[in-house]
């Protein structure tokens, strides 16, 4: 399986303590990317305030677009946490993402169940499933 996305280890770091700051509820955010490579991440306020599911506010999410736009970017994808789960899409963000944030956006999934030992993992969510797909960590 060819990697989907590329991270850099600060994206990987700054995902970690969003979910650890925003714990208990879920935290969520956007990537921006640029030639399959995520370039910022963007965090956005868990308009659900919740510790099993999450929402981004249709106003910040565009402000959010429109910036990415500016600085030369696109929309890759999405990141959240799962605080007492495993690292793995719900059956409601499956339900909340599929109809339109299927390939190429990629999801990816904090889970800080193990707060010691957070565990990070990228899906494609399409067709009411989510596939688990590999990404590259560059320093």
Known sequence: ???????????????IAHALEDAPNECCGLLAGRDGSVTTLHRAVNA??????????????RR???????AGDSLAGFYH?????????????IRMMSTFFGPPYVHIVVSIANRERPDVRVFHIE?????EQEFTLEP
């Open 81 to 93: 946490s799962h605080t007492g789960s495993p690292a793995r899409p719900s059956p409601t963000d």
């Open 127 to 131: 067709d009411g499933e989510a596939t």
């Open 48 to 61: 659900e305030a919740s510790p099993y599911r999450f929402s981004i506010d249709f106003r910040e999410q």
């Open 1 to 15: 399986m060819a990697p989907v996305i590329k991270l850099r280890q600060e994206h990987l770091d700054a995902m």
């Open 64 to 70: 959010i677009e429109e910036a990415m736009d500016e």
